[in-house]
């Protein structure tokens, strides 16, 4: 039987199951004997999002072989870090919303959403620790080094005016491929697979977080409902915007409006009206 594999939809369907376990684990590992802390995690944990790294797990996973515990765990685990660093954010950038909904900080204070974000964490390498695997656990020790550095080389080369294109691919490299790298490894590693094909699955992975980065920081210049993300961080952060709007050689039309569009000329001329009709084209 041949899987129809074309959209986040399918995915999720596809691996529903073993999703619902992660989020299971996820909720139960979060689960506190403080009733405030309760209050605050379920209800951030009731808008979940895509989930795109735990679903890079288990599909890394299935590739090389048979979802087990340790694949739960690991996806767990990470979707867990992934979520702390978000809740940080939140924090540094004092964002009121995200999903559209109010975040942590913005109900109420730095101080509390900064507590919230640091359980996230530990609880996130305490499950880790379940795998058994001090490969898995090293793996996201390394990840949440290079996630910080990554927040931190933003700043400095914003701060002196640094941010060249090449800048900026590392960054996005470090604050975004690393941790898509760090899902294919993992999974790939809880079913014990080769470490020649996870090289070659990790490849993959870093560019994928690249082309994932850079779409999501071209819906930051542009106000959308339908997307649910932050907007305008970028911006005030000193990401290169001209990068955007400067002529590119690969661009036939030479404008930031060609760049979004891919060349489109009915894009360009008007009929649709955000990148995320671009990026995201009604094909029905």
């Known amino acids: 039987m041949k899987l129809k594999m074309t959209t986040i939809k399918d995915i999720q369907e596809y691996l529903g199951t073993e999703l619902g376990e992660v989020n299971a684990h996820i909720e139960r ?21 895509k989930q795109i790294r735990p679903l890079l ?5 299935r590739m090389f072989g048979d979802i087990n515990r340790h694949t739960i765990a690991s996806a767990a685990a990470i979707e867990m870090l992934h979520n702390a660093t978000l809740i940080h954010d939140d924090v540094v950038d004092q964002t009121m919303k995200r999903r559209s909904r109010p975040t942590i900080n913005a109900v109420w204070d730095n ?10 964490v530990s609880t996130s390498l305490s499950t880790a620790v379940e795998t058994g695997s001090i490969d898995v656990v090293q793996t996201m020790a390394r990840l949440g080094q290079i996630l910080s550095l990554g927040e931190v080389d933003q700043i400095d080369k914003a701060r002196v005016h640094a941010l060249s294109e090449d800048a ?4 996005i490299a470090s604050k975004t491929a690393s941790l898509f790298e760090a899902c294919v ?33 071209i819906f930051d210049y ?16 000193g990401l290169p915007v001209e990068y955007f709007a400067a002529p590119h050689p690969y661009n036939i039309c030479g404008t930031a409006e060609g ?26």
Do not use: W
């Open 259 to 284: 760049r979004l569009a891919g060349g489109n000329p009915a894009v360009i001329n008007g009929l649709a009206a955000t990148p995320y009709d671009v990026l995201n084209p009604d094909t029905s």
């Open 111 to 120: 101080h509390m959403a900064v507590l919230v974000g640091d359980f996230f």
């Open 168 to 171: 900026y691919m590392s960054i």
């Open 29 to 49: 590992a979060l689960t506190t004997s403080n009733p405030l802390m309760n209050s605050i995690i379920t209800n951030y944990l009731s808008s979940k999002g």
């Open 57 to 61: 797990i288990l599909m890394s996973a």
């Open 185 to 217: 490894s993992i999974g790939a590693m809880s079913v014990d697979a080769p470490e020649e094909q996870r090289d070659t699955l990790m490849r993959f992975a870093k560019l994928l977080g690249l082309c994932f980065q850079i779409r999501d920081d």
């Open 222 to 237: 542009y106000e959308d409902t339908r997307i649910g993300k932050p907007t305008g961080n970028d911006l005030r952060e």
